[in-house]
T-cell receptor
Framework: DAGVTQSPTHLIKTRGQHVTLRCSPI?????VSWYQQVLGQGPQFIFQ???????GRGNFPDRFSARQFPNYSSELNVNALLLGDSALYLC?????????????FGDGTRLSIL | GQQVMQIPQYQHVQEGEDFTTYCNSS?????IQWYKQRPGGHPVFLIQ?????EVKKQKRLTFQFGEAKKNSSLHITATQTTDVGTYFC?????????FGPGTSLSVIP
């Protein structure tokens, strides 16, 4: 069975642009979460979506938004990119949205802002 | 307030030596999860602890949850080069998942 898949694997953008990152969860998983990981730090929680609704939000500005589709895949959008948005963006899926569950991570999208 | 702390930040051990990383919270934890991230890879789930004083073992790895549910530890017996990576603890709080800063383990062959 395929794991969590993310696209693209790498992306280079310039300041002020916007970006869309995509994630497909493990088959049967209905919850998707997004994380930002800066080199040398732990993943920082951005959003959790379950059944197409936002279930949790981290301390990120409104430039960050996300959505989940009927097939449970998800997109993370970031507007007005800043240099500080350069990071590895990880998507994780879990079977449901209820209570603490193991997060199954994809390989991430490496975003570089010039 | 909601953070989890981990010590040490880095640990270099000789292959065969033991290794322990500690995770601490100022507030009571309903649960704690441990993940391992190899260099260049993504975090991989290891275990979840939910009960006070709980101890779980996976081969050479031993996980403990403190009696007061404010701390946890991961102990590796007789480290191997395959244990290299960063070990993160995380907690779920009000629909947010909070990861610690991690302990980076290097194993010298």
């Amino acid at each position: 069975d395929a794991g969590v898949t993310q696209s693209p694997t790498h992306l280079i953008k310039t300041r002020g642009q916007h970006v869309t990152l995509r994630c497909s969860p493990i088959s049967g998983h209905k919850s998707v979460s997004w994380y930002q990981q800066v080199l040398g730090q732990g993943p920082q929680f951005i959003f959790q979506y379950y059944e197409k609704e936002e279930r949790g939000r981290g301390n990120f500005p409104d430039r960050f938004s996300a959505r989940q589709f009927p097939n449970y895949s998800s997109e993370l959008n970031v507007n007005a990119l800043l240099l500080g948005d350069s990071a590895l963006y990880l998507c994780a899926s879990s079977p449901s949205g209820g209570g603490p569950q193991p997060q199954h991570f994809g390989d991430g999208t490496r975003l570089s802002i010039l | 307030g909601q953070q989890v702390m981990q010590i040490p930040q880095y640990q270099h051990v000789q292959e065969g030596e033991d290794f322990t990383t500690y995770c601490n919270s100022s507030t009571t934890l309903s649960n704690i999860q441990w993940y391992k991230q190899r260099p260049g890879g993504h975090p991989v789930f290891l275990i979840q602890l939910v009960k006070s004083g709980e101890v779980k073992k996976q081969k050479r790895l031993t996980f403990q949850f403190g009696e007061a549910k404010k701390n946890s530890s991961l102990h590796i017996t007789a480290t191997q080069t395959t244990d290299v990576g960063t070990y993160f603890c995380s907690k779920t709080s009000y629909d947010k998942v909070i990861f610690g800063p991690g302990t980076s383990l290097s194993v010298i062959p």
